[in-house]
Each structure stands twice: as C-alpha cells, then as structure tokens.
C-alpha cells in the first residue's frame, strides 16, 4: 500500500531529531521510495544536557530517565509535526521513530537489551498518527545485536553492484554493510567515529563547542603514532562480527583510560583520532576486499576524516550516498521510515546474518493514531529492493 511516511531518528551523536518524509510503496519485490524531503531540528541545548548527565559512564535516576522520555517525545513530536506541514500537507501514514539510545547493553558480546527514549504516545498524540517505535528490540530478543539497522537498507539498495561495494555510516559510531566470501551481508560497528572527537572537543573548550567543525583541529594537527597504538590496541577491533558497540564503551573517560599520561595537544589528538577512525575503516574495507565504499552520515562533512579515508583506502573509492539517489544527511531517517513501513505489511526488517539473530524479525512496536488502528494487508511476498524515484 501507498503510504507517506515520516521516519525519525536523533543518533548517538545527539545533536539533531531528523525527520525524512517519503513516499513508499511496493511493486513485486521491490519498495519504492520517493523522498520528499528531510526536517532537522537542533537538540536544544537543556535537553543535550539532561541527554549527557544520563550517558553511561554517569549515574542517573528513574525521575531523570522519566523526564527525558517524556520531553524527548514532545520534541520528537513537534519535529514530526513541523515535518508533516511543511513536507506533507496531506497529512502522512506513518510516524516511524527511532528515539535517542541512552543505552545499550552489550556483555560478552551479546547485546543483552537496547534502550531508546522519545514516548511514543506524545507523537501520536502531536501527529494523530500512528507510530512505530521501539525499532531494535525484537531483534535483540532474537539473539542479534539490534545494529546496525542500516544493514537492511544497504542490503536493498546498495550491495548489488557489478563492484564489491561496502556501504558506511559515520556516525558517533562507524558502522559498515559489505557481502563476506560467501556473500552473505554481514555488517558491524566497526568502531568510534564522532564519539570520540566530539568528546575531545567538547571537554577541551569546556563545552563551549562540541565538533571539531570542518576537520580543522585534526588538519593543523600531527598523528602521534604511540597514541594512536594504544588506542588501536583494543579487544573490541579484534572480535569478529557481528558486534556492536555504542558511547558506553567510547566516551571521554575511555580516552583518559587509553592515552594514560601521554600528554598530546588539542590539534595532535584531534588528528590522532581523525586517523583512528580512518584506520579502522581502511581495515575493514581491506578484510572485505571492498572496491567501492558509499559513505553517508554526519562524518561526510569532516574533509579531514574524508581525505583520510580516501587516502587509506586507495585504490578503492569513495562513493557518497548522493550517487544512489539519497542525502548522506537524510539516510538514517529514511531506513527508520522503512523499517517502520516493512512492519506495518508483516515484512522483516532485519538480516539475520546482519544482526546476528536467530532469524529476522517483524520490528517495533506500534501505537494508534486518532481513532482505531488500521494496518494494511500483509505484503503476500518478501521485499529484496529498494528503488529511489525522483
Ligand atoms: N561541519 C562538520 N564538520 C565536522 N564534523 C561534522 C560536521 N557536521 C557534522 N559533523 C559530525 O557529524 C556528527 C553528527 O553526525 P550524525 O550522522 O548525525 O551522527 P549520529 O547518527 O550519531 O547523530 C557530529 O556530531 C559531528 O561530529
Ligand atoms: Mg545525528
């Protein structure tokens, strides 16, 4: 069924809720997608700071974890609304959201449960939509790793190519799609992408400022080789996919506990975590034999980290996500937007040898909009594509 969908995700990174309004249907085994468009709206600064005050390695409370569910949901609500007027006046289908992960559980390399706030009741309620939430648990309660959801978008729309493709987000956490020797899709964090600079940067000024904004501290700076060892020496790299990791593990106090005394200035260790990113994603790219890499996320707009992956990645080549008919920037909402359309046809929305699931799963939980909920029929077959019209 037709339908306009409004998928929404505020990242690890929390620095925006985005809102990407598209058109989606199915014809025989192919989702169709036109995309409209896509609403970002800035954390506000109290709530980034009562998101922060909540992030592992901090204690919390009940009450604060309360709060933030609920004043996340009125945000996340008013974004959709905002996103529906202006991009579908028509009203839409579907509100899918993602939230904001405040915290996921990984031990032993199992996710053991995943957590995302933003009440799904107070967007239903802004919207008179209905809306799927709660995107990653199934999976997890499948055994898988809940992540990287991308997996599913990448498989429909991007690792088909005559070329060995590879598709990566930068995120505050690299994650990576790309067909292993059997060519099955495999994908996995691969590790800190914006977690760690972000870190850096906003406890060297303070607060004051949260990215190193166009790469510029990391490009002034020199790669201290000694540090960037012992951030590399990490039994996270080391473990085979699948596996997933989040800002539990690399926030700032993982960088005190792997830099220990060596002392390095702001531009040095901005450019040495540049590098970290940039060879983690160079690895990954050699273990797979990838010739193409299609990047997409917030890291696009870091030329530092770009040129030093471009480098270290040579002779295979970078391909931005535009070439295949999405922004880099809109990415994420339009797979949250599709996954929540899969669930509402009884379609799965996970690769089982992506998230390392037992099998893949129909996601997320649902919660009427204005009156009785209404589902379309079941799709009567399984979707393999998706195709971006214009
Ligand atoms: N102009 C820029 N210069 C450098 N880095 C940027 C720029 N714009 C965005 N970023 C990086 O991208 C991150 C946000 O990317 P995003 O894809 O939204 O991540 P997430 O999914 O974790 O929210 C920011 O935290 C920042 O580190
Ligand atoms: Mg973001």
């Not at 990242?11 to 085994?29: C, K, L, N, P």
């Not at 499948?142 to 729309?157: E, K």
């Not at 901005?270 to 034999?289: F, I, M, P, Q």
């Not at 917030?298 to 030329?303: A, E």
């Amino acid at each position: 069924m037709e339908m306009v969908v409004v998928g929404m995700i505020s990242g690890t990174s929390y620095d925006a809720v985005d809102a990407a309004v598209g058109d989606f249907s199915i014809e025989d085994d192919t989702v169709v997608l036109h995309p409209r468009g896509l609403r970002s709206a800035e954390l506000p600064g109290p709530i980034r700071a009562r998101i922060a005050a909540c992030l592992p390695p901090a204690p919390t409370t009940i009450e604060a974890v309360c709060r933030l569910d609920t004043e996340l949901g009125q945000l996340f609500g008013r974004v959709a609304a905002e996103a529906i007027s202006a991009l579908a006046p028509g009203g839409a289908d579907l509100v899918v959201s993602h939230g904001q992960t405040v915290f996921h559980w990984v031990q032993e390399n199992r996710a053991r449960g995943t957590l995302q706030l933003a009440a799904p009741a107070w967007i239903a309620e802004a919207t008179a939509t209905a809306v799927v939430s709660d995107v990653r648990s199934r999976d997890v309660a499948r055994g898988g790793h809940g992540a990287p959801l991308a997996s599913t978008l990448d498989a429909m729309l991007l690792l088909d190519g005559e070329r060995r493709r590879g598709s990566l987000n930068l995120g505050g956490i690299a994650n990576i799609t790309v067909r292993d020797g059997a060519g099955a899709v495999i994908a996995y964090d691969i590790g800190p992408a914006s977690a760690l600079l972000d870190a850096a940067v906003t406890e060297l000024t303070g607060g004051r400022v949260r990215m190193d904004g166009g790469g510029a501290m990391a490009a002034r700076g020199r790669v201290d080789e000694d540090a960037l060892a012992r951030l590399l020496d990490d039994d996270y790299y080391r473990r085979p996919p699948p596996k997933s990791t989040g800002k539990e593990l690399f926030c700032a106090a993982y960088l005190h506990q792997r830099l220990g005394d060596r002392e390095l200035s702001p531009d040095d260790l901005l450019a040495t975590l540049t590098e970290l990113t940039a060879r983690l994603v160079a690895d990954a790219c050699a273990a797979h034999g990838v010739e193409e890499l299609v990047v997409a996320g917030g890291g696009v707009r870091n030329p530092t980290l770009m040129q030093r992956i471009t480098a270290l990645i040579d002779p295979a080549e970078v391909r931005p996500l535009e070439e295949f008919g999405l922004p880099a920037q809109a990415k994420e909402g339009y797979l949250i937007g599709l996954l929540g359309y899969l669930a509402v046809h009884g379609l799965e929305g996970t690769l089982p040898s992506a998230t390392g699931a037992s099998r893949g799963s129909i996601l997320g939980s649902i919660t009427p909009g204005e009156g009785p909920l209404v589902l379309p029929e079941p799709a009567s077959t399984p979707v393999r594509r998706l195709r971006i019209s214009r």
